[in-house]
C-alpha cells in the first residue's frame, strides 16, 4: 500500500533550527511536497523535490533522497510564526497526491 | 494572477440537512480542482477530483457527491448531512496532470453537523 510517515508533534525553541523527517511508501514517485499549515487555515505550498538533494529557500531547505524513500524539512532561525503544521505529501505515478497526516511544530520563545 | 473562492467560510447544519460547499477560480483555465477534507488532527483525506467539466472522480465511497457545471467552478453536495460529516472543507486546484502538480487551496469550509 501507499503511506506517509511523519513524526506527530515537534518542540522547537526560537532562533534555533529544527529538522522535521518524512519517508514515504509509493507506487512509483513524481515528486515530494511540503505545506505549511496554520490552526485553522488552508495549507500552503513550500517546497516541491524531485531530484535527490537539498534544495534552498531562504530559511527553510528541503532534502529527497529516493533510493531511500525520505525526505526532510529543515527550518532555520526560527520564528515565532513558524508555529503551524507541516504536511508531507508524495505523488505517484498516477500523479496523485498522498498525504501524510502533517507534524504539529511548536516553537517555544 | 490566479485566485480560488470557496463559500461559505463556516456553516452550522443539522443532521439529515442538504449541503451545498462551492469553489470558483480565477485567472486560469481548464484546472485540475479537488475536494478534501480533513478531520481534526488528521491529514488531508482526497474525496473528489475533476479533470474537466462534467469529469468527476470519487475516491471515497460516502453520502457527498460533487458537481462541475463550469470550466472553474467545482460544487460539493450532500442531500441529507451525516454527524460524521463534520469537518474542514478544502478546495484547490492545480495546473495539470504532470510535473510540480502543485496546490493551491481555497480558505476553507468549516462544517459542524450537531
Known amino acids: 500500500g501507499q503511506n506517509i510517515d511523519q513524526p506527530t508533534e515537534m518542540t522547537a525553541t526560537e532562533g534555533a533550527i529544527v529538522q522535521i523527517n518524512c519517508t514515504y511508501q509509493?507506487?512509483?514517485?513524481?515528486?515530494l511536497f511540503w505545506y505549511q499549515q496554520h490552526a485553522g487555515e488552508a495549507p500552503t505550498f513550500l517546497s516541491y523535490?524531485?531530484l535527490d538533494g537539498l534544495e534552498e529557500k531562504g530559511r527553510f531547505s528541503s532534502f529527497l533522497s529516493r533510493s531511500k524513500g525520505y525526505s526532510y524539512l529543515l527550518l532555520k532561525e526560527l520564528q515565532m510564526k513558524d508555529s503551524a503544521s507541516y504536511l508531507c505529501a508524495a505523488q505517484d505515478s498516477n500523479y496523485q497526491l498522498i498525504w501524510g497526516a502533517g507534524t504539529k511544530l511548536i516553537i517555544k520563545p | 494572477s490566479q485566485t480560488i473562492h470557496q463559500w461559505p467560510a463556516t456553516l452550522v447544519q443539522p443532521v439529515g440537512s442538504p449541503l451545498s460547499l462551492e469553489c470558483t477560480v480565477e485567472?486560469?483555465?481548464?484546472?485540475?480542482l479537488y475536494w478534501y477534507r480533513q478531520a481534526a488532527g488528521r491529514g488531508l483525506q482526497l474525496l473528489f477530483y475533476?479533470?474537466?467539466?462534467?469529469?468527476i472522480s470519487s475516491e471515497v465511497p460516502q453520502n457527498l457527491s460533487a458537481s462541475r457545471p463550469q470550466d472553474r467552478q467545482f460544487i460539493l453536495s450532500s442531500k441529507k448531512l451525516l454527524l460524521s460529516d463534520s469537518g474542514f472543507y478544502l478546495c484547490?486546484?492545480?495546473?495539470?496532470?504532470?510535473?510540480?502538480?502543485?496546490?493551491?487551496f481555497g480558505a476553507g469550509s468549516r462544517l459542524t453537523v450537531l
Open positions: 523535490n524531485v
Open positions: 484547490a486546484w492545480s495546473p495539470g496532470a504532470s510535473g510540480a502538480n502543485v496546490l493551491t
Open positions: 485567472g486560469t483555465s481548464n484546472p485540475n
Open positions: 475533476s479533470v474537466g467539466i462534467g469529469q
Open positions: 509509493t507506487s512509483g514517485f513524481n515528486g
